[in-house]
């Protein structure tokens, strides 16, 4: 797990802040959906409330690496993530139903997940640099755990 930078998680908690969720589909092809419900827990987990989710839910069950693309204005993050655990009862949950209930949707569960890696996708001269990445003991290297 990484610790998101405090401009990612601003970035995620402004409500003008456009977000897509990336699975990868059976087909092997990447799978993207509108993922308003995306919010941080904290430094380094991610949540997303489980509402007319079915394909990509099937998808997390088959490959838990995910990847978020988070923008406003000219501003915008990759983050990588894997899937920790899917909860249908809690605090985290009920807060997630409170703030899903204003929109008319309704989680069946929320999702967690571990961040890993983050990239600057950002209209600049930094678009395609890594921010920040998971490493093991200190080391260089990402985890590459295939689907």
Do not use: Q
Request: contains cysteine; neutral net charge.
């Amino acid at each position: 797990m990484v610790d998101m930078p405090e401009p990612v998680i601003r970035m995620i908690k402004h409500p003008d802040t456009c977000k897509v969720m990336v699975t990868i589909g059976e087909d092997g092809f990447p799978h993207a959906i509108v993922c308003g419900s995306l919010r941080v827990v904290d430094n380094d987990t991610i949540v997303v409330g489980d509402a007319l989710m079915r394909r990509t839910r099937e998808n997390i069950d088959r490959c838990p690496n995910v990847e978020f693309l988070v923008w406003h204005r000219k501003d915008a993050y990759s983050i990588k993530a894997k899937f920790r655990v899917r909860l249908d009862t809690g605090p985290l949950y009920d807060s997630m139903v409170k703030d899903l209930e204003k929109i008319n949707l309704w989680p069946s569960s929320v999702c967690i997940f571990d961040t890993t890696e983050v990239w600057d996708e950002s209209a600049s001269h930094t678009a395609g640099d890594r921010v920040v990445r998971w490493t093991s003991k200190g080391g260089a290297r990402s985890p590459r755990s295939r689907c």
